[in-house]
């Protein structure tokens, strides 16, 4: 390797040198790093699309609410319904009890 090679080296790898660049390399440059943004922005809509696929969500939560009730061997576990049933159960009378006292209050 040359002397001169080793100084383009030490130039082009030490971050403190500065050298000038014509006005066509800054505009190339620019380009370069615009084309690459552009780039890089259609991936991250192309991954926020597929992430936040509506269908997508949806059959994921499916999975999850029928691995909450089912077991690893496909029988229903009866504990976790009868917990959901006394909840949706609990909730419709508290919202009824919560009606009739309006109605009451109306009066």
């Given at each position: 390797?040359?002397d001169?090679?080793r100084?383009?080296?030490?130039v ?6 500065k050298?000038s660049?014509?006005v066509?390399?800054?505009e190339a440059e620019i380009?370069?790093?615009r084309?690459n943004?552009v780039?890089t922005?259609?991936?991250?809509q192309?991954a ?7 269908r997508?969500l ?7 609410i029928r691995?909450?009730?089912v077991d690893?061997y496909?029988?229903?576990?009866p504990e976790r ?5 006394g909840v ?17 209050s109306?009066?």
């Open positions: 390797m040359s001169e090679d100084q383009t080296l030490a082009a790898d030490a971050p403190t040198a050298r660049r014509s066509a390399e800054i380009a370069a790093s084309d943004l780039k922005v259609g991936e991250l192309v926020v699309r597929v992430a936040f696929d509506p997508r949806l059959q994921r939560q499916l999975v999850r691995g909450f009730y690893e496909g029988g229903v576990r319904v009868v917990v959901t049933v949706v159960v609990s909730v419709v009378v508290v919202r009824r009890a919560a009606t009739r006292r309006r109605r009451r109306r009066r």
